[in-house]
C-alpha cells in the first residue's frame, strides 16, 4: 500500500514540477515582452530628514502588474530578471525614468535607484548611467545608486573599480539593506560609500524587546564615527521615528511618512517642499 502510494506521489509530483517550471518560464518571457510597455512603473518613497522632518528625496521602486496575473512583487520578479538577463534592458529604463522624472522637480531632492549585481558584470554599466544623465539633464550629484553588499561576495575588486568609475561621475554610493549580509563591515571597509541604509529587519525590534534598538544605535553611531549618513528604512511606527530622533539617525524613510507610490501622488508634497525653500 505504502508502496502504491510512493509510486502515485511520484506519477502526481512529476508533472506538477515541469507545471511549475513551465509557468516560471512563462512568466520570464512576459516579463521580457513587458519592458518598455505600461506593465512597468516606477513607483516614489520619500525619504526625509530627521531633524527637521523636511523631504529630501525619493527611492525608485520598480513595479510589475502582469495583464493576468494583477502585482508582481519585486522580491518575485527581480530574481527572475536576474536569472535571464532582462535585468539589463529594465535596469537600463528604470534608470533613465527614474532620471527623467526627478530631472523635472526644479528641486535638489535625491533621487535613489536600486542596482542588481547583473549590471555591474555588464561592461557598460558606466555609459549607462552617464548617458542616462545627459539625456535627461539630471545632476549627478542628485543620482543615487543603491547597492548591496552581495556585490562584494564574488569579483570584489572588479566591483570596487566599476563603483570608483560610478562615483568619478559625480553619482553617489550608497549601501542598501546593511547589516543583513555576512561580512557588511568588511563591505564597509573596501568601498567609501556615500550613505548607508539600515535594513528595516533591524528597525523592527525597536521597542519589540529591550534590546531591540541596540543594533539601529549601534550602526547609527558607526555611520557616525565613519563620516558616512544614516537613513533607517521600513520606519512604521512614531516610536521608531522618536527612536531615531533620539539617536540623531540623519535620514528615515518608511510607511508612517509614505509608502511607495506613483510620483502623481507626491506633487502636493514636491509642491509644499518649493514652498519651504522659496519661503
Ligand atoms: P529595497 O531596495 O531594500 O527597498 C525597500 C523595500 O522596503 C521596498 O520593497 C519598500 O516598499 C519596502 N518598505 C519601505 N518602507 C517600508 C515599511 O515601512 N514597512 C515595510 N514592511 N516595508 C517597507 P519593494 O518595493 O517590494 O522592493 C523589494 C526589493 O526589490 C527592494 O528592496 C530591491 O532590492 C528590489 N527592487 C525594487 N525595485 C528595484 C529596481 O528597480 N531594480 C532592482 N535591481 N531591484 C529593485
Ligand atoms: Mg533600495
Ligand atoms: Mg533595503
Ligand atoms: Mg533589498
Same mark, same amino acid.
Given at each position: 500500500?505504502?508502496?502504491?502510494?510512493?509510486?502515485?506521489?511520484?506519477?502526481?509530483?512529476?508533472?506538477?514540477?515541469?507545471?511549475?517550471?513551465?509557468?516560471?518560464?512563462?512568466?520570464?518571457?512576459?516579463?521580457?515582452?513587458?519592458?518598455?510597455?505600461?506593465?512597468?512603473?516606477?513607483?516614489?518613497?520619500?525619504?526625509?530628514?530627521?531633524?527637521?522632518?523636511?523631504?529630501?528625496?525619493?527611492?525608485?521602486?520598480?513595479?510589475?502588474?502582469?495583464?493576468?496575473?494583477?502585482?508582481?512583487?519585486? +522580491?518575485?520578479?527581480?530574481?527572475?530578471?536576474? /536569472? +535571464?538577463?532582462?535585468?539589463?534592458? =529594465?535596469? /537600463?529604463?528604470?534608470?533613465?525614468?527614474?532620471?527623467?522624472?526627478?530631472?523635472?522637480?526644479?528641486?535638489?531632492?535625491?533621487?535613489?535607484?536600486?542596482?542588481? #549585481?547583473?549590471?555591474?558584470?555588464?561592461?557598460?554599466?558606466?555609459?549607462?548611467?552617464?548617458?542616462?544623465?545627459?539625456?535627461?539633464?539630471?545632476?549627478?550629484?542628485?543620482?543615487?545608486?543603491?547597492?548591496?553588499?552581495?556585490?562584494?561576495?564574488?569579483?570584489?575588486?572588479?566591483?570596487?573599480?566599476?563603483?570608483?568609475?560610478?562615483?568619478?561621475?559625480?553619482?553617489?554610493?550608497?549601501?542598501?539593506?546593511?547589516? +543583513?549580509?555576512?561580512?557588511?563591515?568588511? +563591505? =564597509?571597509?573596501?568601498?567609501?560609500?556615500?550613505?548607508?541604509?539600515?535594513?528595516?529587519?533591524?528597525?523592527?525590534?525597536?521597542?519589540?524587546?529591550?534590546?531591540?534598538?541596540?543594533?539601529?544605535?549601534?550602526?547609527?553611531?558607526?555611520? /557616525?564615527?565613519?563620516?558616512?549618513?544614516? #537613513?533607517? /528604512?521600513?520606519?512604521?511606527?512614531?516610536?521608531?521615528?522618536?527612536?531615531?530622533?533620539?539617536?540623531?539617525?540623519?535620514?528615515?524613510?518608511?510607511?508612517?511618512?509614505?509608502?511607495?507610490?506613483?510620483?502623481?501622488?507626491?506633487?502636493? =508634497?514636491?509642491?509644499?517642499?518649493?514652498?519651504?525653500?522659496?519661503?
Amino acid at each position: 500500500r505504502a508502496k502504491r502510494d510512493g509510486k502515485g506521489g511520484y506519477r502526481f509530483f512529476k508533472p506538477e514540477m515541469d507545471a511549475a517550471a513551465r509557468e516560471r518560464h512563462q512568466l520570464a518571457l512576459d516579463l521580457r515582452a513587458a519592458i518598455g510597455t505600461p506593465q512597468f512603473a516606477l513607483h516614489y518613497q520619500p525619504q526625509f530628514e530627521v531633524a527637521t522632518g523636511r523631504a529630501c528625496g525619493f527611492e525608485a521602486l520598480l513595479r510589475w502588474t502582469h495583464p493576468i496575473r494583477g502585482a508582481i512583487p519585486p +522580491t518575485l520578479f527581480v530574481p527572475l530578471a536576474e /536569472e +535571464t538577463g532582462a535585468i539589463l534592458p =529594465l535596469g /537600463e529604463w528604470v534608470l533613465r525614468e527614474a532620471c527623467r522624472e526627478a530631472a523635472t522637480w526644479g528641486l535638489p531632492l535625491g533621487i535613489a535607484v536600486n542596482l542588481s #549585481i547583473a549590471q555591474f558584470r555588464q561592461a557598460d554599466l558606466c555609459d549607462v548611467v552617464r548617458q542616462a544623465l545627459a539625456e535627461t539633464g539630471l545632476r549627478p550629484d542628485r543620482l543615487e545608486l543603491e547597492v548591496t553588499e552581495s556585490l562584494f561576495l564574488n569579483s570584489a575588486a572588479r566591483s570596487q573599480e566599476v563603483l570608483g568609475d560610478l562615483k568619478a561621475l559625480g553619482v553617489r554610493i550608497s549601501m542598501d539593506d546593511f547589516g +543583513t549580509g555576512y561580512s557588511s563591515l568588511a +563591505t =564597509l571597509q573596501s568601498f567609501p560609500f556615500d550613505k548607508i541604509k539600515i535594513d528595516r529587519s533591524f528597525v523592527g525590534q525597536v521597542g519589540v524587546t529591550s534590546k531591540g534598538g541596540a543594533i539601529v544605535r549601534a550602526i547609527i553611531s558607526l555611520g /557616525e564615527s565613519l563620516g558616512v549618513p544614516v #537613513i533607517a /528604512e521600513g520606519i512604521e511606527t512614531e516610536e521608531q521615528l522618536a527612536f531615531l530622533r533620539r539617536h540623531r539617525c540623519a535620514e528615515m524613510q518608511g510607511y508612517l511618512r509614505g509608502m511607495p507610490r506613483p510620483i502623481a501622488e507626491y506633487l502636493p =508634497l514636491l509642491a509644499a517642499e518649493v514652498d519651504l525653500r522659496v519661503a
